[in-house]
C-alpha cells in the first residue's frame, strides 16, 4: 500500500486502491444499457488515479481540499500543496483551441480551476471535475461550498448534459437562502 492510500484511509476513509474491493465495484448505464463494472476494469477513480470510493466520501475528500488539507483533526496535505494543486497551470497557449476542456479557465493537478466567472456558477478559484462517467464534483472556496452529483449515466459528449448545468444553477441560486426564505427570518 502507497503512502497516499495509507494517509487516504486514516484521515478520510472510504478510500480502496484498485484490486481491494473484489468482483463488482459498480454500475455505469450508457445509451440504455446498464454495465457492471468489475474489478480491474476502471481506468481511473475518484481522488486519484487508481482509488475508489464512495459519494460520500469523496465529499470528505472535497471538504479537505475545501479545509486547506485539513480533515477532522487530521492533516493529509499541507496548505501549500493544496494551494498549488488547486492553481491553473496552463499557458494561454496552452488553452488556445480547448474551450471544451478544461472549460471554464485551466487546469490544476488533476482538477479543473475555473478563472473567470462565464456562468452564474463558475468563480475565480472554483475547482473540481466533471467526469464522462456522469459525475461532477467542484469545490468553492468563495462560498464555502461542496457540490457533487454522481448519476453513473455515462455522458455521449465532451459536453456535459443540461442537467449538470441546472444542478450548479439551482445549487448557487439557493445560496441566498441560507439565512431563511424571508428577510430577517
Known sequence: MSVLERRMRDVLGGFVARGEVPGLVGLVH???????????TLESGGGAPGLLTTPLDYAAFCRMLLAKGHHDGGRLLSRASVEL??????????????????????WGFGMQVDTRMRHLYTRPGRFGW????????YTDPSEDLVGLLFTQVAMTSPVPPRFFEDFWTVTYTSLDQRQGPFPGG
Request: proline letters at 5%.
Open 30 to 40: 450508457h445509451r440504455g444499457e446498464t454495465h457492471l463494472v468489475a474489478e480491474g
Open 130 to 137: 466533471t467526469g464522462g462517467l456522469g459525475t461532477t464534483a
Open 85 to 106: 494543486m488547486t492553481t491553473d497551470h496552463l499557458s494561454p497557449t496552452q488553452k488556445a483551441g480547448s474551450e471544451t476542456f478544461p472549460g471554464e479557465g485551466g
